[in-house]
């Protein structure tokens, strides 16, 4: 367990706004966790979370969002609702993905603070309290920063790495490095991040966008209890594009730049080669490099199409408009009367 006297902690501080102590009570926290096939992890997650609040001793709700899971996952979490009022459970009609299903879980969640996370034990129920404790002294945000992680193949490691530090680049927005979406978040963020209806969303990238007073704290993120990890490198991929295409335009700047460097390569090249024909009797062999050329420019060309490509797809399921998701079944929610499919 980390200290908490630990001063390293107040360094990851971002330069948003400061906090103030809070004076109110936490009356209701929800804890919002997407599930995909986690049938071997949903008992061992519950006696966790249920022993770690049960000692904070705050009213709380677990808001499992049923992700389209094709094994036993639902059926072992209606198993914990029919025991437990407190664990709620939307049921999406198809898998929609671990960004929406948190959303969806942040529509339904009714705690004045939400706690997002993962369930599979990667991140530890224990740091609650640490959240708990920050989120007392008035911040908005706390996030988990991942120090070491263990038990993930060192390409998952080495790419996350790039990942965090390329978009750090990339974008406007101050993401912290490292952070996954394991945090705690008040209810003003909460109803910001509802509010927004991207479809393509990068959650930790939004909240780092809404701004409120964050900090971060230090963890070392465990290796995943059971099953297998639900985000492929193909998935994987389409995150990191989801992430940087919904924060930065700068790989349509560079198309531009890289357009205006060959075209006045090009334009020099070409005078040489003109005058090379008029005044001086060099013969020209052409074959290889003009397949050079050829080549080179195809497949630019082709780089940067795909890349505007990357955009318009995202502009086209904005236009479209269609909803975030889907629910088959709400369970334990009989108490609540909002309008809640979006
Ligand atoms: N998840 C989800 N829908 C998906 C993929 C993942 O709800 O399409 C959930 C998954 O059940 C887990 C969390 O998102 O609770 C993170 O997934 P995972 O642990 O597989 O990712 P990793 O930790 O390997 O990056
Ligand atoms: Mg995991």
Same mark, same amino acid.
């Given at each position: 367990?980390?200290?908490?006297?630990?001063?390293?902690?107040?360094?990851?501080?971002?330069?948003?706004?400061?906090?103030?102590?809070?004076?109110?009570?936490?009356?209701?926290?929800?804890?919002?966790?997407?599930?995909?096939?986690?049938?071997?992890?949903? +008992?061992? @997650?519950?006696? !966790?979370?249920?022993?770690? &609040? $049960?000692?904070?001793?705050? %009213?709380?709700?677990?808001?499992?969002?049923?992700?389209?899971?094709?094994?036993?996952?639902?059926?072992?979490?209606?198993?914990?609702?029919?025991?437990?009022?407190?664990?709620?459970?939307?049921?999406?009609?198809?898998?929609?993905?671990?960004?929406?299903?948190?959303?969806?879980?942040?529509?339904?969640?009714?705690?004045?603070?939400?706690?997002?996370?993962?369930?599979?034990?990667?991140?530890?129920?224990?740091?609650?309290?640490?959240?708990?404790?920050?989120?007392?002294?008035?911040?908005?945000?706390?996030?988990?920063?991942?120090?070491?992680?263990?038990?993930?193949?060192?390409?998952?490691?080495?790419? +996350?790495? @790039?990942?965090? !530090?390329?978009?750090?680049? &990339? $974008?406007?927005?101050?993401? %912290?490095?490292?952070?996954?979406?394991?945090?705690?978040?008040?209810?003003?963020?909460?109803?910001?991040?509802?509010?927004?209806?991207?479809?393509?969303?990068?959650?930790?990238?939004?909240?780092?966008?809404?701004?409120?007073?964050?900090?971060?704290?230090?963890?070392?993120?465990?290796?995943?209890?059971?099953?297998?990890?639900?985000?492929?490198?193909?998935?994987?991929?389409?995150?990191?594009?989801?992430?940087?295409?919904?924060?930065?335009?700068?790989?349509?700047?560079?198309?531009?730049?890289?357009?205006?460097?060959?075209?006045?390569?090009?334009?020099?090249?070409?005078?040489?080669?003109?005058?090379?024909?008029?005044?001086?009797?060099?013969?020209?062999?052409?074959?290889?490099?003009?397949?050079?050329?050829?080549?080179?420019?195809?497949?630019?060309?082709?780089?940067?199409?795909?890349?505007?490509?990357?955009?318009?797809?995202?502009?086209?399921?904005?236009?479209?408009?269609?909803?975030?998701?889907?629910?088959?079944?709400?369970?334990?929610?009989?108490?609540?009367?909002?309008?809640?499919?979006?």
């Amino acid at each position: 367990m980390l200290n908490l006297s630990d001063n390293s902690l107040e360094s990851i501080q971002s330069e948003h706004q400061h906090p103030h102590k809070r004076t109110q009570e936490l009356l209701l926290l929800s804890i919002v966790i997407p599930t995909y096939n986690e049938e071997k992890v949903i +008992a061992v @997650l519950y006696t !966790r979370l249920y022993e770690v &609040l $049960t000692q904070i001793g705050v %009213p709380y709700e677990l808001i499992f969002v049923n992700d389209g899971s094709r094994d036993g996952t639902l059926r072992e979490l209606t198993k914990l609702a029919s025991e437990h009022s407190e664990v709620r459970i939307v049921d999406f009609s198809r898998n929609f993905g671990h960004q929406i299903a948190v959303t969806a879980g942040l529509d339904h969640a009714q705690g004045d603070a939400v706690v997002i996370m993962d369930a599979d034990l990667q991140d530890s129920p224990y740091l609650i309290h640490q959240f708990i404790e920050k989120w007392r002294q008035g911040y908005d945000v706390v996030y988990a920063v991942r120090k070491e992680r263990k038990g993930e193949t060192a390409f998952k490691r080495a790419s +996350a790495k @790039l990942f965090y !530090r390329t978009i750090q680049r &990339l $974008t406007d927005v101050n993401i %912290p490095l490292d952070t996954g979406d394991f945090r705690l978040i008040n209810r003003n963020v909460v109803d910001s991040l509802t509010s927004i209806h991207e479809r393509h969303r990068f959650i930790r990238g939004l909240v780092a966008w809404a701004g409120f007073s964050q900090i971060g704290i230090p963890y070392v993120r465990d290796e995943r209890y059971a099953g297998e990890t639900k985000y492929p490198l193909r998935k994987m991929i389409k995150f990191a594009l989801d992430g940087i295409t919904s924060f930065s335009y700068k790989p349509l700047q560079w198309a531009t730049k890289v357009g205006f460097t060959v075209a006045i390569l090009g334009f020099i090249d070409a005078i040489m080669i003109i005058y090379e024909k008029l005044f001086t009797s060099v013969t020209i062999q052409g074959w290889s490099s003009i397949m050079i050329a050829v080549l080179v420019l195809g497949g630019m060309q082709l780089i940067m199409l795909g890349i505007v490509g990357e955009y318009i797809g995202r502009i086209y399921d904005e236009v479209r408009a269609r909803p975030l998701y889907l629910i088959q079944d709400l369970y334990n929610f009989e108490d609540r009367h909002r309008e809640f499919c979006k």
